[in-house]
């Protein structure tokens, strides 16, 4: 369970500032399509990639990888994972090294080079790899999402001149499920009810339900269908029903009112893990501003920001 304060965001930040060792860098991320989309280089070659917290590893374009003479385990490949309705999508270890942000190196990242043409034309531009978990797993990341920014911080206390003014605040724990690595709110609202959800920045929807979450109270009443939407994921394209739904969502301090717009995906999902997927149009329209704090273990919202 979270906790929230509205006032002097300071209060929560002593309980989790260190004494910060460099600069945080802070880079602008690329909305024009619902994604954090970053410019990066790879041994010196421009390349674009999205910040997503529910891919684990990261990814790298399978043509780029081998232009770029990345490391790639050909005899390790196997069969790759996610949305789509292709029957194969194949998918090698590999490594990104030489990864460079707005002139700063990271050390090499663990990754799977897949074939990106199907998400690159649904994305609208051409997706170089997507940077996940394999990435953030020692990073603490401030994702601020008025300004249309990321920062890669060493200490919390980094974030405060970024943080200053903000009125409210809500931590909770940046912990998943047994066996995955996305972050999980645990005590999301659809209306009345409570559910766990996945805290996705891969994903450039709002809410996405899983079949379960229609066995909710009041969730499948509150369903009006507007229509279909296409997806493109690891295995291609696939479509999905899209909704208004009639009730208030939201979590901690913050909320959305009822009207918004969500889909409905075909995996059952489950009450023990989650029932439904969070990406970026929420958070968006909530103007928040989110620290993930992935050594601590710990991720706080703020809002109602200048």
């Not at 009639?246 to 889909?263: H, K, N, R, W, Y």
């Not at 997927?277 to 989110?290: H, P, R, S, V």
Request: proline share 7%; net charge neutral; with cysteine.
């Amino acid at each position: 369970m979270g906790r929230f304060v509205s006032g002097v965001v300071g209060l929560a930040f002593a309980a989790l500032a260190a004494a910060a060792t460099a600069a945080p860098l802070t880079v602008p991320f690329d909305y024009s399509r619902a994604a954090l989309g970053l410019d990066v280089t790879v041994k010196g070659t421009p390349l674009y990639m999205i910040l997503d917290t529910g891919v684990d590893p990261s990814v790298i374009d399978i043509a780029r990888a081998e232009a770029l003479r990345l490391p790639i385990q050909r005899a390790a490949g196997g069969e790759a994972s996610g949305e789509g309705d292709a029957k194969t999508a194949q998918a090698y270890p590999a490594t990104i090294t030489g990864l460079s942000i707005a002139g700063r190196d990271f050390s090499a990242v663990d990754a799977l080079a897949t074939d990106m043409g199907a998400l690159s034309a649904r994305y609208g531009r051409p997706l170089d790899g997507v940077l996940g978990y394999s990435f953030l797993a020692d990073k603490i990341v401030l994702i601020d999402y008025p300004r249309s920014t990321v920062s890669l911080l060493d200490a919390p206390s980094d974030a405060w001149p970024m943080l200053r003014g903000c009125h409210t605040h809500y931590v909770l724990p940046l912990r998943s499920y047994d066996g995955d690595t996305i972050p999980i709110i645990a005590d999301f609202r659809l209306g009345a009810a409570r559910t766990p959800i996945s805290l996705d920045t891969g994903s450039n929807g709002g809410i996405a339900l899983y079949q379960g979450a229609l066995a909710l109270p009041g969730v499948r009443a509150a369903l009006t269908e507007k229509g279909e939407t296409g997806l493109t994921g690891a295995r291609g394209d696939s479509t999905s029903k899209i909704y208004a739904l009639d009730a208030e969502v939201g979590f901690g301090p913050f909320s959305l009112p009822p009207g918004q717009i969500v889909t409905v995906r075909r995996a059952p999902g489950s009450a023990d893990t989650r029932l439904a997927n969070i990406g970026n149009k929420l958070f968006a329209a909530m103007k928040l501003k989110m620290l993930l704090n992935y050594p601590a273990n710990t991720m706080v919202f703020y809002g109602d920001c200048p």
